[in-house]
């Protein structure tokens, strides 16, 4: 819960902390953390609990990057530069995630779709990829026509369900390209059409 309702360096509270196992999740995702509890031996046990844990981070340091983060640190791998982040998409009652340019100059809007967590179901849900598909047209129609609107999410519903049928209708017109995070490579994927333009 703490990675699908918080942000990095967000401040999660936990009053009457008790053993400080919510503490401990909040550190071990990069949240700030503050909790307090009545019982002394219960501070000092969770105090113990979170210095343990600290020492010993995860394995994985994508799991405490959001799901933006890791999309933008993706792109920048790939050679794409990013101009802007948290950019309002006048009209649309939107933001994009970030404005980039790929190697050849193109502009892009970048908007990353479902839970912010980098580990989440991002848009797999039917429902969650047709209110992602509902917000990329609302941004396609109040972009500018030099700009091209790039999708990340941290997964992909399945194409046979309503939610990828309804993402798989919308490229590459108003999606031009789809980058699924926690892909091989974090590749970019591409219908074939966009494949062909963008050559």
């Known amino acids: 819960l703490i990675q699908l309702y918080t942000y990095v360096d967000d401040l999660v509270l936990d009053p009457f902390m008790g053993a400080g196992t919510t503490l401990v ?16 031996a219960y501070v000092s046990l969770a105090r ?6 600290l020492s010993n981070p995860p394995a994985d340091p994508d799991r405490t ?19 802007n982040e948290d ?10 995630t970030a404005t980039a340019s790929d190697a050849n100059g ?15 179901s991002g848009i797999s849900s039917s429902v969650a990829a047709l209110k992602a598909v509902g917000e990329a047209i609302a941004l396609r129609a109040k972009m500018g026509p030099e ?15 309503t939610g990828g049928v309804a993402l798989a209708a919308v490229q590459p017109q108003i999606v031009a390209r789809v ?11 591409l219908p ?8």
Request: one cysteine or more; proline letters at 4%.
């Open 192 to 199: 074939s059409d966009e494949a062909e333009m963008s050559a």
């Open 87 to 96: 950019v309002s998409v006048r009209g649309s009652g939107l933001r994009l």
């Open 25 to 40: 999740a909040a550190a071990l995702a990069g949240r700030r953390f503050v909790g307090y509890d009545t019982d002394a």
């Open 48 to 53: 113990e609990r979170v210095l343990t844990a």
């Open 65 to 83: 990057l959001s799901a933006p983060k890791v999309a933008l640190a993706a792109l920048e791998n790939d050679g794409f530069e990013i101009h």
């Open 179 to 189: 980058l699924e995070l926690h892909a091989p490579a974090n590749e970019c994927l």
């Open 106 to 120: 193109q502009e892009w809007g970048i908007y990353v779709a479902g839970a912010n967590g980098s580990h989440g």
């Open 147 to 161: 700009m091209l609107l790039m999708l990340a999410t941290t997964a992909l519903p399945i194409p046979t369900t």
